[in-house]
């Protein structure tokens, strides 16, 4: 599957999108940004746009449903990975390996860790 690449604005359009129950039309979504971001409805519609033309949202019509068509994992996963490519070589290990020694973890987050790695081994 092609990765998306969302910019700033556009993660925070998918966020109230992932974050409604069920899906909602453009203007109800413009309604929701103007209240939590303070977007105008031309600029949510604007991005709107660019999500459908990226293929991370479908529209529906009538009424243009906005259906989110990529999951905030797949995202975060992708995101991540680019993260990964660019600063640490594509190396899970080295950026791994940084990360933990930079972060002061409990033992508790440790044992977590050390449990997530044996359970997918």
């Not at 746009?49 to 068509?69: D, Q, S, T, Y």
């Not at 999951?71 to 660019?86: P, S």
């Amino acid at each position: 599957m092609e990765l998306i690449k969302l910019f700033d604005s556009e993660l925070r359009l998918m966020e109230l999108i992932w974050q409604q129950e069920e899906s909602k039309t453009a203007k109800e979504l413009s309604l929701i940004a103007a209240e939590v971001i303070g977007w105008n409805k031309n600029t949510t519609y604007t991005i709107l746009k660019k999500l459908i033309a990226k293929g991370a949202i479908e529209r529906i019509e009538p009424n243009f449903v906005c259906k989110a068509l990529i999951t905030r994992e797949r995202v975060q996963l992708d995101e991540t990975r680019k993260l990964i490519d660019k600063l640490y070589d594509g190396s899970i290990r080295t950026f791994f390996t940084s990360f933990i020694k930079k972060e002061h973890l409990s033992k508790e987050e440790i044992e977590e860790l050390k449990d997530i790695i044996n359970k997918e081994l």
